[in-house]
């Protein structure tokens, strides 16, 4: 996977450091939690401070505004969410199998609550704030697009499979698993699958998906 994004403080150490990595992560805990529960607008500084349990100057010491800290939080609960997809596999291991594998686990990511709560949140700001909307498309969506990109690079002509551009093919790949359901969760008109419906889901977009890109 890609290196971190967020980098929670400098190199240098010093006696004060392990202290302000805990007030640090207590901050982004208390934001992931009231930025998605509340809204952007809704949820202030103070606020933050109070469920981190730490002053305010504190939180601004740390981040030096509210989008900062917005954009941060973003980012750490994207990582959070970002499961092992892209885990290194054997150089002859069936191209089925490895999609089988992310398809899973894309598929269970994407339906989770957390993810739900976190793109609704960025659709109402979508069209206040381009910038962090950058931020979550960067710090997650992209993220995935081009660990997947990377990995059809990687398989291009091999087990009958030709990919004229990969990077279109991995976008064709994830939105196959998003799909209906996904779309239905996000509007509230939906329940997540059990686990037989999401398994056929899985398997159909895989065969879809081979039949689609084979050579020839």
Do not use: W
Not at 51 to 78: I, N, P
Not at 113 to 120: D, G, W
Not at 123 to 144: K, M, N
Not at 158 to 169: C, E, Q, V, Y
């Amino acid at each position: 996977m890609p290196e971190n994004y967020l980098i929670d403080a400098p190199s240098t150490a010093g006696p004060g450091r392990p202290k302000d990595l805990a007030k640090r992560k207590a901050i982004l805990d208390a934001a992931k939690d009231l930025f998605v529960r509340n809204g952007y607008a809704s949820t202030s500084m103070d606020a933050v401070a109070a469920e981190a349990g730490v002053s305010k100057l504190t939180v601004y010491s740390h981040f030096t505004d509210k989008e900062t800290l917005f954009s941060a939080a973003v980012v750490a609960r994207c990582e959070e969410q970002l499961p092992e997809l892209f885990v290194v596999v054997a150089q002859n291991a069936p191209v089925e199998k490895v999609l089988l594998g992310i398809a899973r686990g894309f598929h269970t990511l994407i339906n989770s609550p957390e993810s739900i709560e976190l793109h609704r949140l960025m659709i109402a700001l979508g069209t206040q704030d381009t910038t962090l909307s950058a931020v979550f498309f960067e710090a997650g969506p992209q993220r995935i697009l081009q660990e997947m990109e990377r990995f059809l690079t990687r398989v291009n002509d091999t087990d009958g499979l030709h990919f004229d551009s990969p990077a279109s093919a991995a976008g064709h790949f994830l939105s196959l698993i998003k799909g209906v359901c996904n779309f239905r969760l996000l509007i509230g008109n939906g329940g997540v699958p059990d686990e037989e419906t999401s398994e056929q889901h899985v398997q159909e977009v895989v065969a879809l998906f081979l039949r689609a890109y084979k050579a020839g």
